[in-house]
């Protein structure tokens, strides 16, 4: 009854506040949801939520290696499930955004394997990365027939060199493993790469060349690109379809490649990504390499370079 009084009290003010409101019927009325008392969990439901929280996450103990032939069976790790992975050191390990929960998504099921160091000789150094290796019978000597957990994008998880060496004591346990195993040199940790990652304040996905030689990975197909050309320009790539794509893989299957910038000549002088490499998710393959064009191209200087910037600097950075 003092709900309901409480209730119509409001109504009223609310006619008398704005007389011009269209009086609701008093059936209508009585159909609104009933005035609930505010919730208050107990100490017995905070304790099952924060149980809950703890079933997402999972602490685990360094590798004993980065290098792939000498992982041991103890090097074995579980991720299945969980939403970020916390080393030792206390640095958190996340999959992946989700974009529709405005967080990271969970590790996906089955996600056992191993941490290992990966780099590959299309690239250069500083692109190294760590990677997982899903190997569900956790016998290291069957690391060939596994394969390497990938994104939702298609592209391989990875934990870089870049966030190794930035983050400093937060990553020691990966740099030093790295460093040990002499897997990184010391001229590849003090490169300016990092500095210059840092200071254009870079992500991992960040695209940074230093040279027209420098390759680095896509996915594909890719609608835009988004390359730094050290600290002068950053240079936005929107590329052609690419219904080839569909033809290299099965069912189910993503495409990523290996790519270096070019300069169509066909007298627009328009930058394009000349392929030298296409992978699947069984591995390389022996395939064409491709063409892919640019259809538009927009140029905007850093805070280091000197204004103005056009296309024809870039074209001369290209061509230096």
């Known amino acids: 009854m003092l709900a309901l009084f409480s209730r119509a009290r409001s109504y009223h003010s609310v006619l008398l506040l704005f007389p011009n409101i269209a009086p609701i019927s008093l059936r209508s009325f009585h159909a609104l949801p009933p005035i609930r008392d505010p919730v208050f969990k107990t100490s017995r439901e905070m304790s099952t939520a924060s149980q809950e929280e703890k079933e997402y996450t999972v602490t685990l103990p360094g590798p004993s290696t980065l290098t792939r032939n000498t992982l041991l069976p103890s090097d074995f790790r579980d991720m299945s499930h969980r939403k970020y992975v916390t080393t030792y050191e206390g640095k958190n390990i996340f999959y992946a955004p989700d974009p ?20 590959h000789p299309d690239l250069p150094p500083t692109s190294g990365q760590i990677r997982f290796r899903l190997i569900s019978t956790g016998n290291p000597a069957e690391f060939d027939n596994g394969s390497d ?26 740099l030093s493993l790295l460093q040990k195993d002499r897997l ?27 040279s027209i030689d420098d390759a680095f990975p896509i996915s594909l197909p890719k609608r835009t ?17 690419m219904p080839w794509v569909e033809r290299l893989a099965g069912p189910g299957e993503r495409v990523s490649a290996h790519v270096r910038l070019g300069v169509s000549d066909n007298g627009k ?16 393959l022996d395939s064409r390499l491709p063409r892919i064009d ?5 140029i905007t200087r850093t805070f280091y370079s000197e204004p103005p910037l056009a296309l024809n600097y870039l074209l001369r950075y290209i061509h230096r």
């Open 184 to 210: 990184v040199d010391d001229s590849t940790i003090k490169s300016k790469h990092f500095g210059m990652f840092q200071r254009l304040n870079l992500n991992k996905a960040s695209i940074l060349l230093h």
């Open 225 to 241: 690109v988004d390359i730094h050309l050290g600290e002068r320009c950053r240079m936005k790539m929107v590329l052609q379809e």
């Open 294 to 298: 640019c259809k538009n191209l927009m």
């Open 149 to 174: 957990l990938l994104c939702p994008d298609g592209k391989p998880w990875q934990y870089p060199l870049s966030a190794c060496v930035l983050t400093g004591e937060h990553a020691g346990m990966f």
């Open 269 to 284: 002088n328009r930058p394009h990504l000349q392929v030298i490499r296409l992978f699947t998710d069984k591995g390389e």
């Open 100 to 119: 529709q929960l405005g967080n990271y998504a969970s590790f996906p099921k089955n996600c056992k394997g191993f941490l290992y160091y990966w780099t």
